[in-house]
T-cell receptor, first 116, second 116 residues
Framework: KNQVEQSPQSLIILEGKNCTLQCNYTVSPFSNLRWYKQDTGRGPVSLTIMTFSENTKSNGRYTATLDADTKQSSLHITASQLSDSASYICVVSAGVPTDSWGKLQFGAGTQVVVTP | NAGVTQTPKFRILKIGQSMTLQCTQDMNHNYMYWYRQDPGMGLKLIYYSVGAGITDKGEVPNGYNVSRSTTEDFPLRLELAAPSQTSVYFC???????????????FGSGTRLTVV
């Protein structure tokens, strides 16, 4: 069973509207949670990284939240643009700071399509 | 431009053929990784390296080999291509390990491999 579950699998939104993507995880021990944007035919690009003690982090029109108690994260996109059309991937890092190697667990992604 | 460079971008192999996917980075990152991405699935780790001369298996290493003779290069070798290896392959690098670091991974643009 995948330790990182994302929802919805896909969504279509009108340009200018907001949307929120969800990520639930069971990875333990938790080190940090990352959101990546992956354009079609490209590699993932980092949007935000949050540690256990951080509740929210923003990167322009992208705002990520983290509830480490419930093991949930969300990514909110404000005033969507056509260039936001992409797959958004939630990635959770397992491990403790003393580990020489922290393993990443990838969600399957949410495919976002922004229409004019 | 600094980053991770992968070659080739596309390749079609016949069953039983071999090939090497090239990956090089110019950011002096110690950590490098190979992932494969299958439709509807999260990225899966094939092999990783924590420095020149040091490599280790990830989640799905069967059918692949790697080497790390320099900090910059991390080639992935497929010896006997099988249809199950049809996938998109991403190379990535990072300054520090996923567990300790708040640094994001830098991904290459991917190699789309089809085995027929």
């Amino acid at each position: 069973k995948n330790q990182v579950e994302q929802s919805p699998q896909s969504l279509i939104i009108l340009e200018g509207k907001n949307c929120t993507l969800q990520c639930n995880y069971t990875v333990s021990p938790f080190s940090n949670l990352r959101w990546y944007k992956q354009d079609t035919g490209r590699g993932p690009v980092s949007l935000t990284i949050m540690t256990f003690s951080e509740n929210t982090k923003s990167n322009g029109r992208y705002t990520a939240t983290l509830d480490a108690d419930t093991k949930q994260s969300s990514l909110h996109i404000t005033a969507s643009q056509l260039s936001d059309s992409a797959s958004y991937i939630c990635v959770v890092s397992a491990g403790v700071p003393t580990d020489s190697w922290g393993k990443l667990q990838f969600g399957a992604g949410t495919q976002v399509v922004v229409t004019p | 431009n600094a980053g991770v460079t992968q070659t080739p971008k596309f390749r079609i192999l016949k069953i039983g053929q071999s090939m090497t996917l090239q990956c090089t980075q110019d950011m002096n990152h110690n950590y490098m990784y190979w992932y494969r991405q299958d439709p509807g699935m999260g990225l899966k780790l094939i092999y990783y390296s924590v420095g020149a001369g040091i490599t280790d298996k990830g989640e799905v290493p069967n059918g692949y080999n790697v080497s790390r003779s320099t900090t910059e290069d991390f080639p992935l070798r497929l010896e006997l291509a099988a249809p199950s290896q049809t996938s998109v392959y991403f190379c990535a690098s990072s300054y520090d390990s996923a567990g300790r670091s708040n640094y994001g991974y830098t991904f290459g643009s991917g190699t789309r491999l089809t085995v027929v």
